[in-house]
């Protein structure tokens, strides 16, 4: 297993998914279905593995979802932590264990982890300026807090990120920010929080992620490094909610450990009640060991929205504990699409997991197929109900399915289903097709310790295919009359392709190889170097079909179900139109200098996929704005055109950038930006008013 094979046990983890909402096509894509994949890879090899995930069920998105539904934040979790486990489990998603982190076990562990800390003298301990509702008499975590973007003029941005252009932002950063609580305009108090010095580990945190170059996805080690070179600051560890685990210090009465100080350490609790469960000791999953040669390896499978959190904050608080190993890789996936716009589960634009359970029953391995084909692993790829229809019909129907249920008709029509020879030995005969297979099995290894799965499973088709060519190249439902002999070695042949292709396929699609070794009648599972024995006299079951073809109708109503969804969603965005905001007097707004400019230049920045760098003549002067329409608008089409500029806005620095203004855009319900400019042709700097 090339440097994986340096390490005696693995410990692999996929993102621990909110217990705020279902889960859909798009979370699958990110961080579970590769993992999956991964680890049931590790376990045909015989490796010592346990793979790790559960609830993540605190913080402030769990809180606004049990606000808005009217009821406690205990039983949102309660809720969507039974459906997401039953979700996977249906799905066959092979956790050694779902756990959730409103466990004792889990408190206890993130508490002594923050004591831990705090005793060695890690956290720096200031005062802060945080926004407070006053009529709700609390202070307001990040989420709780919506205004005006900087950047990009996103009215809905977040007090921790705007998820439109994607900048990280402080509260402090909004403009006209508002509590999602009250509605109302919050005030600045003083409070009293932990920070992690990350500017301090940035040294130790430029060596550690420059090692992985190479090693670690050019888009994760590419946005470390940006990170990195923007330079780390210190990072609260500690808020002020009513929600989540206590700070375990008397001074911190009423105050929650930060999510990025509980959420990861989920994986280590929930190691740790696995290992209670099984008789096993937990820390040979996770800690040093007095022998580095014992140390386990760690791989966290993640969405690219968790990439900065894995790579950077949590390897923070491993790095200063001291006593716990680190990634040896994040192989984060990028985002999956939907029918040619994003995944929203705000406007359940989305392929529910449950949902596509129920509606399509013991097709799991379609999905699973399907997905595996058109993961995210370097770029944003998109899903599309035609394209599943196609993959489905041409590829495991066609290809297949139709290679082993040929055979297994034949076997069963000559031979009633019995395997037997005149010499008394079953065996692949065929010198080329074996060496063939061989090679296969080598690409698929290689394809798979480097996280590409989509080029593992081509190499799983590529037996199917292999399969297919030699069948119809040696045709024995014509040779059986002419040289019976022949006829019965080509099919012998055939059901060792057949076993080699179920056995690769126990990774991707573990459903249809248990259904195949039945078939075949072969008991359990196979490791990838398991020898395939036939014995004389070897009797086959009954053949049944693989897959079955996805008509045209079934697509259609799926189609139709998003369109239904999206056209539903338009007339409630049209029903709550976004309220007005608070008068503001004549001064204020005479206090912003709006005026007419042309766009002069127009290109995208570097390592950012929202963003554009503009070169604007205001009349006043030629200035750069960076602004975040990179996905509205393509740079060469908006060369000339005439828009509204926030002249006096405070300079501010983005990827490396200054930005001197704000362009004005006007933004629909579907979030859909278009320029505000005049209607008819005015000279550069005019003024607006």
């Not at 295919?465 to 009359?481: A, D, F, M, S, V």
């Not at 012998?492 to 248990?514: G, M």
């Not at 007339?571 to 707004?589: G, H, M, R, S």
């Not at 859909?672 to 005015?682: M, Q, R």
Request: glycine share 6%.
């Amino acid at each position: 297993m090339s440097q994986l094979n340096n390490f005696k046990r693995y410990t692999i983890t996929s993102a621990l998914p909110y217990a705020n909402g279902p889960l859909h096509i798009g979370h699958l894509a990110g961080a579970y279905l590769p993992a999956d994949i991964f680890v049931r890879y590790l376990r045909l090899k015989k490796k010592d593995v346990v793979y790790i995930c559960g609830s993540d069920e605190h913080g402030a998105a769990i809180t606004i979802k049990a606000k808005k539904e009217g009821t406690t934040p205990q039983a949102i979790i309660d809720q969507y932590h039974n459906q997401i486990k039953q979700s996977f489990e249906d799905f066959g998603i092979a956790f050694d264990i779902y756990h959730r982190t409103s466990s004792p076990i889990h408190h206890d562990l993130s508490q002594e982890f923050f004591l831990n800390l705090y005793e060695k003298g890690e956290f720096i301990e200031k005062y802060s300026e945080q926004y407070y509702d006053e009529e709700y008499d609390q202070f307001l975590a990040d989420r709780y807090i919506i205004g005006t973007c900087p950047n990009c003029g996103n009215e809905n941005a977040y007090g921790d990120q705007c998820e439109r252009c994607g900048t990280s932002l402080s509260p402090t950063d909004l403009i006209n920010p508002h509590s999602t609580l009250s509605g109302n305009a919050p005030v600045l108090r003083p409070t009293k929080h932990w920070y992690l010095p990350l500017d301090k580990y940035q040294p130790w945190l430029e060596q550690w992620i420059d090692e992985k170059e190479g090693d670690w996805k050019v888009n994760v080690f590419g946005q470390c490094k940006s990170w990195l070179k923007s330079g780390l600051q210190p990072r609260s560890m500690t808020r002020d909610l009513d929600w989540g685990i206590d700070v375990p210090l008397a001074e911190a009465k009423g105050k929650k450990l930060y999510v990025w100080m509980d959420a990861p350490i989920g994986y280590i609790s929930a190691t740790k009640q696995w290992a209670i469960d099984n008789g096993k000791d937990w820390k040979q999953y996770w800690k040093k060991q007095a022998d580095e040669a014992d140390d386990a390896c760690l791989i966290h499978f993640i969405g690219k929205d968790n990439i900065v959190f894995h790579c950077i904050i949590f390897p923070s608080i491993l790095h200063a504990h001291g006593e716990y190993v680190l990634p040896q890789n994040v192989p984060a996936n990028e985002f999956l699409n939907l029918e040619g716009e994003k995944l929203s589960t705000s406007r359940n634009h989305a392929v529910w997991l449950h949902e596509y359970l129920e509606e399509f029953p013991g097709k799991q391995d379609e999905l699973r197929y399907v997905l595996t084909s058109i993961l995210p692993e370097t770029s944003d790829s998109e899903f599309t109900w035609k394209d599943y229809q196609a993959r489905v019909n041409n590829e495991l129907v066609a290809i297949l399915g139709n290679f082993v249920n040929r055979v297994m008709i034949l076997m069963h029509k000559f031979y009633e289903g019995k395997v037997e020879s005149d010499t008394g030995k079953i065996e692949l005969t065929d010198a080329t097709i074996n060496n063939q297979i061989g090679a296969y099995y080598d690409e698929l290894e290689s394809s798979l310790e480097a996280y590409r799965f989509r080029q593992g499973l081509q190499s799983v088709m590529d037996i199917a295919r292999l399969g297919n060519k030699y069948l119809t190249e040696k045709e024995p439902w014509k040779t059986i009359k002419t040289n019976p002999a022949d006829a019965k070695e080509t099919l012998h042949n055939c059901l060792f392709i057949i076993a080699h292709l179920a056995t690769c396929a126990q990774t991707f699609l573990p459903h249809t190889a248990k259904k195949i070794f039945g078939m075949l009648n072969l008991a359990g599972e196979y490791a990838f170097d398991s020898e395939i024995v036939f014995a004389n006299g070897h009797r086959l079951n009954p053949s049944a079909l693989l897959f079955e073809k996805v008509e045209d109708e079934v697509i259609e109503q799926q189609i139709k179900k998003l369109q239904d969804k999206k056209q539903a969603m338009e007339v409630v965005e049209e029903l709550t139109i976004i309220p007005a905001k608070e008068n503001i007097n004549y001064e204020a707004f005479a206090a912003m200098d709006i005026r007419t400019g042309t766009i002069l230049t127009a290109e995208k920045v570097a390592k950012t996929k929202k963003l554009l760098k503009l070169t604007i003549d205001t009349g006043i002067d030629q200035r750069t704005v960076v602004s975040g329409i990179a996905e509205h608008y393509e740079p060469e089409a908006i060369i000339g055109r005439q828009v509204s500029i926030l002249v006096n806005l405070e300079p501010r620095e983005i990827k490396g950038i200054l930005s001197q203004g704000m362009i004005l855009m006007a933004e629909n319900a579907e979030g859909k930006l278009s320029f505000v400019a005049p209607v008819d042709a005015f000279h550069n700097g005019s003024v607006i008013r």
